[in-house]
Each structure stands twice: as C-alpha cells, then as structure tokens.
C-alpha cells in the first residue's frame, strides 16, 4: 500500500508567515490604581479614628460641674491650668453641622495635626445642639491615648459648648 502524502502547505515557516506583522503593544494595564497621598492619608486617619474611639465606652466622667477629665499618669495641677486659661489654644476645631462619624474622623485629625505640628493645647468647639456631640465628645477624647486632659473652655473659648485638650505630643526641645 502506497499511501501519498499531500502537503497543501508547501514552504517554510518562514515563507508561510513573512508577511505577518506584530501586533502593536496596547500600554493598558489594568491593575490597581496607585492612590494618591492625600487618599493615603484620609484612610490613615479613618483607621486610626476608628482604632481610638469606641462609641460603647464609657469612661468616668463627673456628672456634676463643668466637664473634666486627667489622665490617671498626669499631674491633677494640669486640669486646673486648662480651668484657669493658662494654656492657649493653638488650633480650633468647630464641629457645628457635623455627624458622628464626621465629628469622629475631624477629631483623630485634630489631634494628629497637633502632635505633628508639636502644639500642645487646642479647643473644640461642639456646641449645643441636640446634646449628641456634646456627649460623645469628651467620652472619644477620654479613649486617645495622647490626650493628657481637657476641661470645659473658658467663656472667651466657647463656655461650656466647648472643650479646652491637652495633648501629650512627647518630648521636644522646641515644646511650647
């Protein structure tokens, strides 16, 4: 038996595929996105508020009298400075109009800005309102770990809609 093979593709490879070309590199990479540091930065901080601030915690804070609070390892003589006014608030922070969770994330902002900046004494504002903020303020502050106290502002800082903190921003020769 003598089969005959026919061969319909006569030639080299070569001569097969000359004409082809490559196929132009398409630069679409379809991987993450790089985030921008201002994005970096906000997630950052959204963690770390939401790391800080229980809102089922509930520290001990006076009923009676103005709000007040001294971290167990601080000098009782600090809240009694922030009373008397003898610290200046650097930076402001008016929580007017803002939510919970606003409230929440401006506040750990605050207090980054503060120890970034090396500013030991700062004000919120929290006002009146429905009395929410004006709750759960001091019990997020009692929770960070770099407040050293706050107690309620002098009338010029806002009375008793606002809170006077001291932050605990370590130990820097160029402290104020």
């Known amino acids: 038996m003598n089969i005959k093979k026919t061969n319909q593709t006569s030639g080299s490879f070569a001569d097969l595929f000359g004409d082809v070309r490559?196929?132009?590199?398409?630069?679409?990479?379809?991987g993450t996105p790089l985030k921008t540091k201002v994005e970096v930065v906000e997630k950052?901080?959204?963690l770390e508020s939401d790391s800080y601030f229980s809102d089922t915690y509930q520290p001990l804070?006076?009923?009676d009298g103005p709000m007040r609070w001294l971290r167990s390892d601080c000098d009782s003589l600090e809240v009694k400075r922030l009373r008397r006014g003898?610290?200046?608030p650097d930076l402001l922070?008016?929580?007017?109009?803002?939510?919970?969770?606003?409230?929440?994330?401006?506040?750990?902002a605050l207090i980054h800005a503060c120890i970034k900046e090396h500013i030991q004494c700062c004000c919120v504002m929290h006002g009146y309102g429905t009395g929410i903020?004006?709750?759960?303020?001091?019990?997020?502050?009692?929770?960070?770990?770099?407040?050293?106290?706050?107690?309620?502002?002098p009338k010029e800082w806002g009375g008793d809609a606002a809170l006077l903190v001291l932050v605990d921003i370590g130990e820097h020769?160029?402290?104020?």
């Open 86 to 88: 003898d610290y200046v």
């Open 173 to 176: 020769p160029h402290r104020r």
């Open 44 to 46: 950052a901080v959204q």
């Open 93 to 108: 922070l008016d929580l007017h109009g803002y939510r919970q969770s606003e409230a929440k994330l401006e506040l750990a």
């Open 22 to 30: 490559p196929l132009a590199q398409d630069k679409r990479h379809f």
């Open 133 to 153: 903020l004006k709750q759960q303020v001091p019990m997020w502050l009692a929770q960070h770990p770099q407040v050293k106290a706050f107690h309620q502002a």
């Open 61 to 63: 804070l006076p009923t």
